[in-house]
């Protein structure tokens, strides 16, 4: 299968996950991960991973765009998300917030098959290592096998 994880990052936690996920699924996959802002065209991706953090209450416009001009290559692939930030550290009490305010924006932009949505805790350019196992796992269980 093969896996394009792009994401944006202001401080580098972001791209720390998206990292350690191509590390987790490389034996099984062929990856490559890519800042939105390197990426032209999105090929023979078959599954493509989206990752951005959360900044004033809204995910990265840089993020969005991306979504919105790649959304007709999108539609025929499978589409992934994952948001790193605060407000996941309050749970359950943020989790309306965190579905209308920081998952909407990035579904409604996508016209491809969602397979999965993962929210993670992160700093400011640093991220517990259980958030980087459940990033892990969770994208190990994307692979069709
Ligand atoms: C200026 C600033 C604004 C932020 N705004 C939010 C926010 O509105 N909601 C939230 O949950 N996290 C917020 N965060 C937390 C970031 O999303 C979090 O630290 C994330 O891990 C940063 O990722 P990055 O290092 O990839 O840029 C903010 C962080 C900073 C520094």
């Known amino acids: 299968m093969r896996v394009c994880i792009l994401y944006d990052s ?9 990292r350690a996920i191509k590390e987790a699924i490389e034996e ?3 990856v490559e991960v890519k800042r939105v802002s390197e990426v032209t065209t999105l090929g023979d991706c078959e599954l493509v991973i989206v990752g951005t953090p959360i900044y004033y209450e ?8 991306f979504l919105e001009k790649h959304s007709e290559e999108l539609e025929k692939k499978k589409v992934a998300i994952f948001i790193v930030c605060f407000a996941v550290a309050f749970r ?6 965190i579905q209308n305010h920081y998952i909407k924006p990035l579904k409604e932009r996508i016209r491809g098959e969602i397979v999965g949505t993962l ?3 992160g700093g400011i350019g ?5 958030e980087i196992e459940k990033a892990k796992r969770w994208a190990f269980r994307l ?3």
């Open 10 to 18: 202001k401080h580098g936690t972001t791209e720390k996950v998206a």
């Open 28 to 30: 099984y996959a062929s």
């Open 58 to 65: 809204k995910p990265l416009k840089s993020i969005l765009e």
């Open 92 to 97: 359950s009490l943020v989790r309306w917030h």
């Open 119 to 121: 929210m993670l805790r």
């Open 126 to 130: 640093n991220i517990g290592e259980g």
């Open 143 to 145: 692979l069709d096998f």
